[in-house]
């Protein structure tokens, strides 16, 4: 299989300057000097995307990810290096650049398509699949200053996706219009990857990323940390560039005036020692140490599993009788066990409490003083990981005599069934 | 986690595909072209890219002209309005007020002004367009050079509204042009297109790193306008010359900007008259060559048109690498 996209040695500098003079005048004042700090963007990256192959490209903000999109695109020119791309290339850095408000939708097709590389004729071709494409036949005429934010972005959808490209740059941009429009787009990135184009997807969202990709390309700093499958390369992402992992837990605190104290919280899951996340489905045990001046007789522990969004995820029933303990003088610790976490991927904290259960007194208060981590090695996304069984059987004639028609894998393969939801 | 790393099961691709009925789309086979992108200045490849890319080039001018007149012809007869007024001022000030008695003085200027409205209309409009578009450049790659293009293709638009209503004037008022130096026009008109095109596509490089480059080349454009024999004539100034022999060199200097001797053949050409007589005196407005001589010229000007325009695409690729960053 030839590679689509040769990226040989790539480097690009960017000058940040202390006090920019953009202007003849200034410079002739300054006497032409202007000190600037050099700026990596990109440092010597290398990689080969194969024909046909969806690729994702993630990192945080400023790791050099949308510069590579646009040195691939030809917007930027490196200032070391090669970039090889086979076959034409349509890039969609953002949607309905390039519009015209003035101008109307019909003949903001006719601009958008020859600035992504097609002539005349082409664009005449497709030009009724745009429009029903962008849902837009009774406004086509209309300027597009008049248009609404979706319509517009709709527009500009339809255009470079009709394109047809052998290559497909993509910058964060699948997430535009409605559910249905949505669905829409996806079902024509499907429709380009069975057609085996080429698509490169720069993205935050690692749902996207594991849901549509083959191969992800993990960036930090300008510098390629990892390419590999969509599962391993998100765990890297959220690890390493998000500097999170199990973390020792926090420094014991002392009793001052209190009655009681919580000292270091441990999480522990069933892969700690070999790996730093846990998977779906995995045991999580919490340790809190307690120190205590006075026996508490009805002490209630409580515990509470944040997101990283810091949404509340899960706090314990306070009526829960396991939760109960009686504490003696000079503490001990405290075990909360969740022998299956159905979460999928994320780093979650963990807060731990211990009050009064009969009063609202509250002993101690931990908030989120410890941290574990999802990684999902599947591709179900989304929050949690539900039970799932699902079957096919015949309507109703069928149903007495012959029973049921085994399962098929849509369980095991979400996007086969997706994909027959969708059609 | 261990997944094949070298065959995804997405990546397989399908050789035919057939959903829809509609895709004719096979890897390999018909898209063999290779893009390479490096921070080398391949001018080839850029001329290569400007006329493969020519149907945008014309969409790009017609977009220019849609915004601008709206696509109707009380716009267009509102974007006559500036020249008319330029002719008029003109006109008045030197045929009223400083009293020259050069017979049909309109068509004189009008034939200078048609040239010098292209010219500057295109280097002032381009100076700005990549910055004033920077959504497009920032965001989507084609070949730049054509927006600045596109502003001498309006420019090129205007021009001709303006040759239509010179035609007219000089049929309603029965002028003759001078018929055997009328063939050197188009040649006149290429040479003209081109330096212009070659002007406007560095200014508009330029521009994006140093702003002030839109003030500066209208400072620029009104010392050229007055260096250009268009509203006093070529006699008057070799005449002054014969006064001071020894600054017989300045008229090749003179002769230097470009734009002088286009605009000698334009007046060559619809004013027909290298001389007029006043008083008993005779005066010379224009040098007595022949055709032959101003084809010379304007074949030595076009080839440095040409090789300014090159350059000027060297310029702008030098220039383009970071154009996405700058603004």
């Known amino acids: 299989m030839a590679a689509a996209i040769e990226v040989e040695g790539i480097s690009k500098q960017f000058r940040l300057y202390n006090e920019k003079h953009t202007s003849l005048k200034e410079r002739v004042i300054h006497g032409g000097k202007m000190p600037f700090t050099p700026f990596w963007a990109l440092r010597d990256v290398n990689v080969e995307i194969n024909q046909g192959e969806t690729f994702g490209i993630l990192g945080r903000n400023g790791c050099g990810k949308s510069t590579l999109l646009k040195c691939i695109a030809g917007i930027l020119k490196p200032t070391s290096g090669e970039i090889r791309v086979r076959g034409s290339l349509a890039a969609m850095l953002e949607l309905g650049a390039g519009f015209q408000p003035d101008l109307s939708g019909r003949d903001n097709i006719y601009l958008n398509g020859s600035l992504l590389g097609?002539?005349?004729?082409?664009?005449?071709?497709?030009?009724?699949?745009?429009?029903?494409?962008?849902?837009?036949?009774?406004?086509?005429?209309?300027?597009?200053?008049?248009?609404?934010?979706?319509?517009?972005?709709?527009?500009?959808?339809?255009?470079?996706?009709?394109?047809?490209?052998?290559?497909?740059?993509?910058?964060?941009?699948l997430a535009v219009g409605d559910a249905n429009f949505q669905r829409k787009c996806l079902d024509h990135v499907k429709k380009f990857q069975r057609e085996g184009r080429t698509i490169v997807v720069v993205s935050h969202g690692?749902?996207?990323?594991?849901?549509?990709?083959?191969?992800?390309?993990?960036?930090?700093?300008?510098?390629?940390?990892?390419?590999?499958?969509?599962?391993?390369?998100?765990?890297?992402?959220?690890?390493?560039?998000?500097?999170?992992?199990?973390h020792p837990g926090s420094e014991s605190g002392g009793i001052e005036g209190n009655v009681l104290a919580i000292g270091t919280v441990r999480a522990e899951h069933g892969g700690s020692g070999a790996r730093t996340h846990m998977y779906p489905g995995e045991s999580l045990t919490v340790t809190a140490d307690v120190d205590s001046l006075a026996a508490v007789p009805n002490a209630l522990a409580t515990i509470a599993i944040y997101d990283d969004k810091n949404e509340l995820v899960f706090a314990s029933d306070p009526d829960d009788p396991a939760c109960e303990m009686e504490i003696p003088v000079g503490g001990g610790i405290v075990r909360f066990v969740f022998p299956e976490v159905p979460l999928l991927d994320g780093t979650y904290s963990v807060s731990v409490g211990v009050r009064s259960a009969t009063e609202t007194a509250i002993f101690d208060l931990k908030d989120q003083v410890t941290q574990f981590e999802v990684a999902n090695p599947g591709r179900a996304t989304g929050r949690v990981r539900l039970p799932l069984d699902a079957s096919f059987r015949l309507r109703s004639a069928a149903a007495g005599s012959t029973g049921e028609v085994p399962a098929v894998s849509a369980a095991f393969t979400p996007l086969a069934g997706w994909e027959e939801t969708a059609s | 986690m261990s997944l094949s790393v070298d065959e995804p099961p997405s990546a397989e691709p399908e050789r035919v595909s057939t959903i829809g009925g509609s895709t004719r789309f096979v890897p390999g086979q018909s898209h063999d072209r290779v893009t390479v992108v490096n921070g080398k200045v391949q001018l080839g490849q850029r001329l290569k890219d400007?006329?493969?890319?020519?149907?945008?080039?014309?969409?790009?001018?017609?977009?220019?002209?849609?915004?601008?007149?709206?696509?109707?012809?009380?716009?267009?007869?509102?974007?006559?309005?500036?020249?008319?007024?330029?002719?008029?001022?003109?006109?008045?000030?030197?045929?009223?007020?400083?009293?020259?008695?050069?017979?049909?003085?309109a068509i004189w200027l009008f034939a200078g002004l048609l040239v010098w409205n292209l010219f500057s209309a295109a280097a002032l409009g381009a100076t700005s367009v990549v910055v004033g578009k920077a959504g497009i450049v920032k965001k989507v790659a084609f070949p730049r050079e054509l927006l600045a293009l596109s502003v001498v293709g309006v420019s090129m638009v205007l021009f001709a509204i303006q040759v239509v209503v010179l035609i007219l004037a000089m049929v309603i008022f029965g002028i003759h042009p001078d018929y055997a130096y009328l063939p050197l026009l188009p040649l006149a008109f290429v040479a003209l297109v081109v330096f212009t095109s070659g002007m406007s596509i560095f200014l508009s490089a330029v521009n994006v790193y140093l702003r002030d480059t839109a003030h500066l080349t209208e400072v620029l454009m009104m010392a050229w306008f007055w260096g250009t024999p268009i509203v006093y004539t070529w006699g008057q100034i070799t005449g002054i010359l014969a006064g001071h022999p020894a600054l017989g060199w300045v008229k090749y200097v003179y002769l230097c900007n470009p734009v002088t001797p286009i605009v000698m053949t334009f007046q060559r050409a619809i004013y027909g008259k290298t001389q007029y007589s006043y008083a008993g005196t005779v005066y010379h407005v224009l040098p007595n060559?022949?055709?032959?001589?101003?084809?010379?010229?304007?074949?030595?000007?076009?080839?440095?048109?040409?090789?300014?325009?090159?350059?000027a695409l060297v310029v702008f690729a030098r220039l383009e690498g970071n154009f996405a960053e700058e603004l």
Not at chain 1, 122 to 138: S, T
Not at chain 1, 209 to 237: F, L
Not at chain 2, 76 to 81: P, T
């Open chain 1, 206 to 246: 690692t749902d996207t990323i594991r849901q549509n990709c083959g191969r992800v390309m993990v960036m930090n700093h300008g510098q390629v940390i990892t390419v590999d499958e969509p599962g391993e390369g998100i765990r890297v992402y959220m690890a390493d560039l998000l500097g999170v992992g199990t």
């Open chain 2, 289 to 311: 060559w022949g055709v032959a001589s101003f084809a010379g010229v304007l074949g030595i000007l076009l080839v440095a048109s040409i090789g300014l325009f090159l350059l």
């Open chain 1, 118 to 173: 097609l002539s005349r004729t082409e664009i005449a071709r497709r030009f009724d699949d745009i429009v029903a494409f962008a849902e837009l036949e009774d406004f086509i005429d209309n300027q597009v200053k008049f248009y609404s934010s979706g319509m517009y972005v709709r527009l500009g959808f339809a255009v470079a996706v009709n394109v047809e490209p052998d290559v497909l740059l993509v910058d964060e941009v």
């Open chain 2, 50 to 105: 400007l006329w493969t890319n020519r149907d945008l080039l014309l969409l790009l001018t017609r977009t220019e002209l849609k915004v601008k007149y709206k696509d109707s012809v009380l716009g267009y007869v509102w974007s006559m309005l500036n020249p008319t007024l330029v002719l008029i001022i003109y006109f008045v000030v030197f045929k009223v007020i400083a009293r020259t008695h050069q017979p049909l003085f």
